[in-house]
């Protein structure tokens, strides 16, 4: 049988935060998604479900790197500066910077 | 060292960086870095594993600059979506338990109560923040699972030991109860 179980706006009222959050798997999943193809108010419906949980996330603490972050994602990028490299210091070898004071 | 790019918008920095511009991708890297170090490092909770996850968001941001449309949201918001999809990729990928439950007060106080050091300060953040501070526990730690760790309605099930149906219940309620807390001031918002 080729029949599909045809998921109700109210059954999938059910399960559309689960779908917005990227949480919903599965055969409950498909279904959902075969129930969207065919529902503009549950496509509206899950659309702010999905905005309202990206919103969520944005409230997470900012936390800062570890040292050094982002000199590792420029090289990581191929973006990197012609590395300062960490050169021991040469005494007295500085007087290129006597201009720039 | 303050740089012209510094004053630049988001949207301005994340073209240089897709364009490959040195000095805009490290205004946009140092821009962002905290934000979506926070994201990271929040759902894995493993400094080293989060910051592979916080370098290849901006690698992601990189690749897919050209794909940003502001018109579906803002850059922070589109790049924390990177960072977030990619750290719950990486918590999935463990077979250990997604998030331990006496982690869920410490984090459920992070994101209600320090407005200051959040990833986006603005009136509709302080209106998400102030429902999920008002929503009963339980359906705040579900909506937490699911919506930050990446749970399933089976693991909240399994970790919060209730039935199926009452974890499914939960995050709908909660989620619902946010929607409704952040819509009312979409209207006004251009």
């Not at chain 1, 498909?30 to 108010?41: P, Q």
């Not at chain 2, 690698?59 to 018109?71: G, L, N, P, T």
């Not at chain 2, 982690?103 to 209106?127: H, K, S, Y």
């Not at chain 2, 009452?166 to 819509?183: E, S």
């Amino acid at each position: 049988m080729s029949e599909v179980n045809e998921m109700s706006c109210a059954e999938f009222a059910d399960a559309a935060a689960e779908l917005a959050l990227g949480v919903l798997t599965g055969r409950e999943r498909a279904r959902a998604l075969a129930h969207l193809d065919r529902c503009e108010a549950c496509r509206e419906n899950v659309r702010q479900l999905a905005v309202t949980g990206e919103e969520l996330v944005g409230l997470l603490p900012a936390i800062e790197p570890p040292a050094g972050f982002e000199t590792r994602v420029m090289e990581r990028l191929g973006l990197g500066a012609p590395a300062p490299a960490p050169a021991p210091a040469r005494p007295g070898g500085s007087a290129w910077r006597a201009g720039s004071a | 060292m303050g740089t012209a790019a510094d004053g630049m918008p988001d949207e301005t920095l994340l073209a240089g960086l897709g364009a490959g511009d040195a000095d805009l991708a490290l205004a946009f890297v140092r821009r962002f870095q905290r934000i979506v170090f926070g994201v990271a490092m929040t759902v894995i909770g493993d400094p080293a594993a989060a910051e592979d996850v916080a370098q290849q968001a901006f690698e992601q941001a990189w690749r897919h600059a050209q794909v940003y449309d502001s018109r579906r949201g803002s850059v922070r918001a589109w790049l924390t979506t990177i960072a977030h999809n990619l750290a719950v990729d990486v918590l999935r990928a463990r077979t250990s338990a997604p998030v331990d439950p006496d982690d869920l007060p410490a984090l459920l106080t992070a994101v209600t109560e320090t407005p200051e050091r959040v990833a986006v300060a603005n009136d509709r953040a302080a209106g998400l923040r102030r429902e999920l501070g008002r929503l009963p526990a339980p359906q705040a730690r579900a909506v937490a699972m699911a919506g930050i760790y990446g749970m399933t309605a089976r693991q909240i099930a399994e970790t919060e030991d209730v039935p199926l149906g009452t974890a499914k219940t939960r995050i709908r309620d909660g989620m619902q109860k946010l929607r409704a807390a952040y819509l009312p001031e979409n209207v006004d918002d251009e």
